[in-house]
């Protein structure tokens, strides 16, 4: 019942090389591949940054960048793993800007009077693998994000960070671990 | 290491995924932002601006008000006004855009609609005084100059405001309906009526002397009393600027400033928010000329010491149509009084007060009462059903809760139609996907000036049965508005007193406009038609003319936006070759114009086709060129579809793997590189001995070897909804004021990560703003100091791939 609006797929299944190939002549060709992947975008987004603000933000910088860069998609990889790979890049940079933590805000941020929207639901959660991501080695954390938060499998993140898949494995692997043992997050996965 | 001790990490981490969507405002606007950001491949682009043109939308609204603003305060000025502080120059609205002097910058036309303002020889670079926190005492304090006597609460973000001030803890103190958030000294929020706040449409504001003097008012009830300057302000509601001390508005990034920001709602004043920086001078320092400054923004290799932001209106665009701001609106639901009912909402909760009362717990904003043994302190906001009655006592909102339980689900936010069926109001949900089936619900409560059939309509709210239990009903979707950055940072200040040698400045890059006056004849080159679908119902069709490959094979030339002795035949020549005879001059939208005085069309039968074959490249006459062997056995020569130079070698000859997309074609595999070309085969054009063909689109075969469908066609033309991207934009206003970034959000660069201002200072800057063709607003901050007095950037950062 949770409404799609505006984002509904309205153009029969088309796969996504096909897609990315007509998008750079054609604007709803690139809004359908927005569609698709806007979802695992947003989910890795946020799971490094923990806000709303910011996960938007870095979303919209993804797909504006792979629009600019659409035509230097040539259909190698997956399209997933290559926007992916524009999502890593973008988070990274922010990253790296940033000279303070990243404040938890509150998902209430669209405007003055505007009711607040269901993100805040999940707000806790998100912010405690956040910040558990960010105690973690950066390799093992966006390997982690890639494959349980932008959905790639280990072959696409691979791709994404310029891995192999088996690299990948290892980093997952490793990194749950981390996760587990260097972090509060078994606190969370056990309650 | 035991991989299956973690299954519990997977576990969560998959279940904290599985949970976090997109808010479908933000998806919405995303997708708009991004189908106006998008232009067909080789046509011209702005470089420095493709950030700032992704968020353009009308902003008709801001527009005719700012055009109101500008006629007061144009009575007010004298003809040539020197930079003082709060004394901008302005516009004359008596002035057509088009005699106002022009410029062009990034191929856009820059409209120069106020006098430069002469500067003072110099001006105060101040340090900004470190913020101090709040403590429970110093928020007793300000809670005391608000006049309030309520409890006061330390939060972690477990309120729907927590982290509006920036920050994850701060302080909260209630008083009946209203609240006081406080992050430090110089940053809190007061906000009259939490309730109202969060249940009324804030307003868009007009200038009038109503909400001045409420403002005033407010000010001088709460201690506000001087070193302000109250103004409405673009982008935003109105301000109380706090002035530097030597009487200058300070501004921040993105149309911030600092002061007390208002927001109205239909009951006056819903909040205000505070920015007081406090100072210490630092030096004195000599600053360029607004003419001076303006030539930086005009300077496209200049790529320091500005910043640029758009500001777009509050608008949605629904189906393809702009709803625009006066056209919004949205119910919220009015609860009965006094009497039980079933609830749904967001509860949080506060610890202790810091001198040990009882946690404040909120439901949507009303503070709740009655049975709250079971709700925990610290609770963070959670969707929940409750039940119990909503009260009203001595104007102070609460819910007496009788029962609750955290719901299993979200709150719903659907799109249908609301109609009267017999004595009844139904919604017919709209059918999105699979997991969306239509369905019938009763509303209950619906205002009695809802427009029936109300097609769309967009509610909030959770389905009991057959009822959906609605809390807003709003014709627009979502809250829409934003804006954008661009431009670039400013330098570091120089406060050594010995100057450093900046880089030779690079060269400018020739513009892109042919030679006034030129006439061309029998010009051959690609005609694309671009059609935009209007706000009023319109279409506005453009007709860019791209001509040939120049004997260098240089595929792309520019484009020229064809005028004159056009016709309804062009209309069946998009992306097709017509042969043009004219004059090229003058700029229109952004582009060079050539005024057609004939055309002919070359090959009026000539359509798309859609060819089978197999795709390689190759080095032709040192060429390297891509060569498709079509199933009939002739070898093309791939062209570029616009200029029609040579197209580019790729390196992927990849088919369609898998209808998921993953994977790739084996080497071997017999199906490898075959595809399905969309192309124009122009008679008699040849390249390096081969017939040409001009690709516009190719898809790879299914693994099997069937063709993929083209989704779309490119031998018809876009059609785009709303207006074209803007391509002229009126600066209305130059100022002289300081600027100090906004040190709870900091910045970052947009060209790699590189940080280049000083956010410790407020140093001068020169402000150009106005708005865009379509009504967006924008402002450039031009840094004002001499070089002399700036640090030369560092490397240029790595360039993302």
């Known amino acids: 019942m949770t409404t799609t609006m505006d984002i509904q797929i309205q153009s029969p299944p088309l796969d996504d090389l096909q897609l990315a190939r007509t998008a750079r002549e054609d604007a709803n060709a690139f809004a359908e591949l927005y569609r698709r992947h806007l979802t695992r975008v947003y989910r890795y987004q946020m799971a490094h940054v923990g806000n709303v603000k910011d996960a938007e933000d870095l979303t919209s910088q993804t797909f504006m960048a792979a629009l600019e860069g659409i035509g230097s998609f040539r259909g190698s990889g997956s399209f997933g793993a290559w926007l992916m790979g524009i999502a890593s890049k973008k988070r990274a940079f922010f990253f790296r800007a940033h000279r303070f933590d990243i404040a938890i805000e509150s998902a209430r941020h669209v405007g003055d009077g505007v009711p607040t929207d269901k993100a805040a639901y999940q707000r806790m959660q998100t912010e405690a693998v956040s910040r558990a991501l960010r105690q973690i080695s950066p390799d093992r954390a966006d390997a982690i994000s890639l494959t349980f938060f932008g959905g790639l499998s280990n072959a696409e993140a691979g791709q994404a960070l310029g891995k192999s898949e088996a690299a990948v494995k290892m980093l997952v692997s490793r990194g749950l671990q981390d996760l587990r043992e260097r972090t509060s997050l078994r606190m969370e996965a056990e309650q | 290491m035991n991989e299956n001790q973690n299954n519990d990490i997977e576990k969560l981490l998959q279940n904290t995924a599985d949970k976090i969507t997109p808010n479908v405002m933000f998806a919405g606007r995303l997708e708009n932002e991004l189908k106006q950001a998008h ?19 009308p902003a008709v609204a801001l527009a005719a008000f700012t055009i109101l603003i500008v ?300 049975n709250v043994s079971d709700i925990p302190a610290d609770m963070q906001s959670t969707y929940i059903e409750a039940r119990g009655q ?52 009763i509303l209950q409560d619906v205002p009695a000036d809802i427009p029936l059939p109300m097609d769309p309509a967009f509610l909030t709210g959770i389905a009991r049965g057959d009822i959906f239990d609605w809390g807003t009903i709003n014709n627009f979707g979502g809250g829409g508005g934003g804006g954008g950055g661009g431009g670039n940072m400013f330098y570091q200040i120089n406060l050594s007193g010995t100057p450093v040698a900046f880089p030779t400045p690079i060269p400018p890059t020739p513009s892109p406009e042919s030679a006034p006056g030129q006439t061309v004849e029998g010009l051959r080159g690609m005609l694309q038609i671009n059609i935009y679908q209007q706000e009023d119902g319109t279409k506005l069709t453009n007709y860019l003319f791209i ?29 097709r070759p017509i042969d043009v005879w004219g004059t090229i001059g003058g700029i229109e939208k952004g582009q060079t114009v050539l005024t057609v005085d004939r055309y002919e069309i070359p090959y009026p039968d000539l359509q798309f086709q859609l060819i089978g074959g197999t795709q390689e490249n190759k080095t032709i006459d040192g060429q390297d060129v891509v060569l498709v062997t079509a199933d009939d056995g002739v070898t093309y020569i791939v062209l570029d579809p616009y200029g029609g130079g040579a197209a580019q070698a790729t390196p992927d000859m990849g088919k369609a793997p898998n209808p998921d997309g993953s994977g790739e074609a084996a080497p071997d595999d017999p199906n490898a590189g075959r595809k399905t070309f969309e192309a124009l085969i122009i008679p008699d054009e040849t390249l390096l001995g081969y017939p040409s063909m001009r690709v516009f689109n190719s898809v790879p075969e299914m693994a099997d070897g069937t063709p993929v469908p083209m989704p779309f066609s490119n031998g018809e033309p876009s059609v785009f909804p709303g207006p074209p991207p803007p391509t002229a934009m009126t600066i209305e206003e130059i100022e002289l004021v300081y600027f100090a970034l906004d040190q709870r959000y900091p910045q970052y660069a947009y060209d790699g990560g590189q940080v280049l201002s000083d956010p410790f200072y407020a140093q001068p800057v020169w402000r150009f703003s106005g708005h865009y063709e379509d009504g967006s607003a924008f402002e450039i901050l031009v840094q004002a100091l001499k070089q002399e007095f700036l640090l030369p950037p560092p490397p240029t950062p790595t360039p993302e791939p």
């Open chain 2, 39 to 57: 232009k067909p491949r080789k046509s011209f682009q702005f470089p420095g601006l493709k950030n700032v043109l992704s968020v353009f939308a």
């Open chain 2, 71 to 370: 006629i007061v305060i144009q009575k007010m000025q004298p003809d040539h006004k020197v930079a003082a502080p709060g004394v901008p120059t302005k516009v004359n609205p008596a002035l057509p855009a088009p005699s106002l002097p022009r410029y062009n910058r990034y191929g856009m036309t820059m409209y120069l609609g106020a006098e430069f303002p002469k500067a003072p020889g110099t001006m105060k670079v101040y340090t900004v005084r470190n913020e101090e926190m709040a403590t429970a005492d110093s928020v007793r304090a300000l809670a005391k100059q608000f006049k309030m006597n309520g409890e006061i609460y330390k939060l972690t973000g477990q309120l729907d405001t927590s982290g509006m001030l920036g920050s994850d803890t701060e302080y909260l103190v209630v008083d009946g309906n209203r609240q006081l958030h406080v992050r430090s000294d110089r940053y809190f929020m007061y906000i009259p009526d939490y309730v109202s706040w969060i249940t009324d449409a804030q307003v868009l504001t007009q200038p009038s002397d109503g909400e001045e003097s409420a403002i005033k008012e407010f000010m001088q009830t709460y201690g506000f009393t001087s070193g302000y300057k109250v103004e409405k302000i673009e982008a935003s509601n109105y301000v109380a600027f706090a002035l530097s001390p030597d009487g200058f508005p300070v501004r921040n990034e993105g149309f911030q400033v600092n002061g007390l920001r208002f927001g109205f709602n239909q009951n006056g004043i819903s909040m205000m928010t505070a920015s007081l920086l406090s100072y210490d001078e630092t030096a004195n320092m000599g600053i360029i000329s607004a003419e001076d400054a303006f030539k930086k923004i005009l300077d496209t290799n200049n790529k320091y010491g500005y910043m640029e932001d758009v500001q777009q209106s509050m608008y949605m665009m629904v189906d393809d149509e702009i709803v625009k701001p006066e056209d919004m609106v949205q119910w919220t639901r009015i609860r009965h009084l006094d009497e039980t009912l079933a609830y749904n909402g967001w509860l949080s909760s506060t610890g202790k007060s810091v001198d040990g009362g009882e946690p404040f717990i909120m439901l949507d904003g009303y503070t709740v009462i009655g």
């Open chain 2, 390 to 441: 909503f009260h009203e006592a001595g104007g102070v909102k609460t819910f007496a809760l009788e029962s609750w339980k955290t719901h299993d689900g979200n709150e719903e936010f659907i799109r249908g139609v609301i109609r009267r069926e017999g004595d009844q109001f139904v919604f017919d949900s709209y059918v999105f996907d699979d997991s969306t089936d239509g369905k019938k619900y």
């Open chain 2, 547 to 575: 001509p040939n490959a120049g004997d260098d094979q240089q595929a792309f030339q520019g484009s020229y936006l064809l005028k004159g002795n056009l016709d309804d035949a062009l209309d069946a020549c998009h992306n």
